[in-house]
């Protein structure tokens, strides 16, 4: 309730007066609180990996996942993971902040489009455990997640997956730890009608997670699963 209140406020003052820049403050455009400066110097993602979208000087497949490839069928980025949206993305994640989950869906949606990145029968964030969704309240996933669905008009699956075990942190683990880690954390009920759904993440850093997630998709009858990430860190 208070959240559509919050959506109908700000939708009237961003017709009223421009949005701010979310990054500097000067005036925003009238459909994003970003400037047209701050927009130009975004660290947007040019050529990468086809399945993993690690940046490479052309879009091909990287060493990494010709060795080993990963669950995904592709996975697509908008940025790199450097400022300012390591800043946006943090501010996403603790602040709680719906305004950073619109620009930044805006921005990811964009990317899709003018990427044509190919197009799913549904969206679906990565599920955060219960005990997690309960400590921070907010889950930034989702939330970014439902904007670029309103947005390209996608529908957005999220609640036949949930996160099944509470997986140790990933951080400091070696790749092969990571996959042990997160082995069965995903529980999907089965999604017999979808052929092709991508996964919305905000940071794609080694893909563990967003792989352990493809695959529990295509063990629920998921024909193709593909990755969209806000952004894409170095591993
Ligand atoms: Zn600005
Ligand atoms: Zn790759």
Redesign the pocket.
């Known amino acids: 309730m208070r959240r559509k209140v919050d959506e109908k406020l700000d939708a009237l003052l961003a017709f009223v007066l421009p949005p701010q820049?979310?990054?500097?403050?000067?005036d925003?455009d009238r459909r994003l609180p970003?400037?047209t400066?701050?927009?130009a110097d975004l660290p947007w993602l040019g050529h990468a990996c086809r399945l993993c979208a690690e940046p490479l000087p052309l879009s091909s497949v990287c060493g990494r996942c010709l060795r080993r490839a990963p669950p995904q069928h592709a996975a697509h980025a908008a940025f790199h993971y450097a400022p300012p949206l390591d800043r946006l993305v943090q501010g996403l994640k603790f602040g709680g902040r719906l305004g950073l989950a619109r620009l930044t869906g805006a921005l990811l949606a964009e990317a899709a489009r003018n990427g044509q990145w190919p197009r799913p029968q549904a969206l679906m964030p990565v599920p955060l455990h219960d005990a997690r969704l309960r400590q921070r309240g907010y889950d930034q996933a989702q939330v970014l997640t439902r904007e670029v669905g309103r947005r390209l008009s996608i529908p957005v699956e999220s609640h036949r997956c949930r996160r099944q075990r509470h997986t140790a942190p990933q951080s400091g683990l070696a790749p092969a730890q990571r996959r042990r880690n997160l082995r069965g954390a995903f529980d999907v009920s089965p999604l017999l009608a979808l052929d092709h759904v991508a996964i919305v993440d905000d940071v794609m850093t080694t893909g563990a997670t967003v792989g352990a997630l493809a695959t529990a998709l295509k063990r629920a009858g998921v024909a193709r699963v593909d990755v969209w990430a806000l952004c894409r860190a170095g591993r």
């Open positions: 820049c979310t990054l500097c403050g000067a925003g970003l400037c400066d701050c927009r």
